[in-house]
């Protein structure tokens, strides 16, 4: 295991960029268990894709709360759900397979709510 701490230039987007990672190996986890693909299939590709836009134009961005606090402000509520079953599934198997984003997810779930207004 590898761990890479990112230098502390270029803040901007660090955030944002350790999050998509996170939510792409979380992605890859469930389908790989529970649709038994190599790659990403096509729904959970799409699935992700909306999550990334969604991180994209997050409005917090550096300041951002873990998920679960920022879903319902910004996600569909299809997409709100489906997003929930994936992270239900795969949340409890990222401590083992990727422990670097699952103690940073953990970390950042304990900041202050950010708040827009
Ligand atoms: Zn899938």
Redesign the pocket.
């Known amino acids: 295991m590898t761990l890479v701490f990112p230098s502390m230039h270029n803040m901007a987007g660090r955030r944002i960029n350790r999050e998509k990672k996170t939510i792409a190996a979380m ?1 890859s986890i ?2 790989r268990g ?2 038994e ?1 190599q790659e ?6 799409e699935l992700l894709a909306y999550s990334e836009e969604r991180l994209d134009k997050c409005p917090f961005q550096d300041k951002k709360n873990s998920c679960t606090k920022c879903l319902i402000h910004c996600y569909s509520q299809p997409m709100r759900d489906r997003v929930r079953e994936v992270m239900r599934y795969s949340g409890p198997k990222m401590m083992a397979k990727h422990p670097y984003l699952a103690i940073m997810h953990l970390i950042d779930g304990k900041r202050e709510p950010a708040c827009k207004k």
Do not use: A, V
């Open positions: 992605f469930y389908c529970k649709h693909e990403l299939c096509d729904d959970c590709r």
